[in-house]
């Protein structure tokens, strides 16, 4: 899991509540079984046409947003039934923090688990980060949990677990695998 801490990126506001799974990626996509590849679905029927062509009304159609890596969204994200490849299809695209209002609680660890940063704001605060023009970039702070928007620093609360293995880049094989030497050892007095 690729560590994330520091980070400046573009943002591209996608302000809707209750985006759901299936609009993030729809089920029709879900027969691969790699983490890869997912990306060119993302928000595929908000992204193309019945023809496949690209919707020129949807924003990340638009130019000018094709390099955002943050994504700027409503309340109750990632709503919706518990497929991981979601937040696979958002990684594969390219972003790698998602701000919202709020999280349904398995896409939220599903975030966590694969190294995609979800943070929650307040509307207000949401809104203020919405005004940010598309080639102007915003920091991430990970570590002393804020938001650089111009000379405004706005905080938000993650459990310092997640940061911390956010932070080292630790998915949980890495964390299992911190345990080698006593795994080791038990199964050498089992006889395994």
Request: net charge negative.
């Given at each position: ?39 060119q ?33 409503g ?12 937040v ?10 998602i ?18 940063l ?47 293995k ?27």
């Open positions: 899991m690729e560590a994330i801490n520091h980070y400046e990126g573009y943002v591209v506001p996608i302000l809707n509540d209750n985006i759901d799974t299936d609009q993030i990626i729809p089920k029709n996509f879900l027969k691969r079984i790699e983490k890869t590849g997912f990306g679905f993302l928000f595929d029927e908000w992204r193309y046409l019945d023809n496949r062509d690209e919707n020129p009304d949807f924003i990340l159609n638009n130019e000018e947003y094709k390099n955002a890596t943050i994504l700027l969204t309340d109750n994200f990632g709503c919706g039934s518990s497929r991981e490849h979601a696979w299809a958002l990684d594969d695209y390219g972003f790698r923090v701000i919202a209002g709020g999280y349904s609680d398995i896409f939220y660890m599903n975030s966590i688990n694969n190294g995609l979800p943070i929650i704001l307040p509307k207000e605060e949401r809104e203020k980060i919405a005004k940010v023009k598309a080639t102007d970039t915003i920091k991430i702070e990970l570590d002393n949990q804020l938001i650089k928007v111009g000379d405004e620093s706005i905080h938000f609360d993650i459990d310092k677990k997640w940061r911390d956010l932070i080292s880049g630790l998915d949980e094989i890495d964390e299992t695998m911190a345990y080698k030497d006593q795994i080791l050892a038990y199964e050498k007095v089992q006889g395994i």
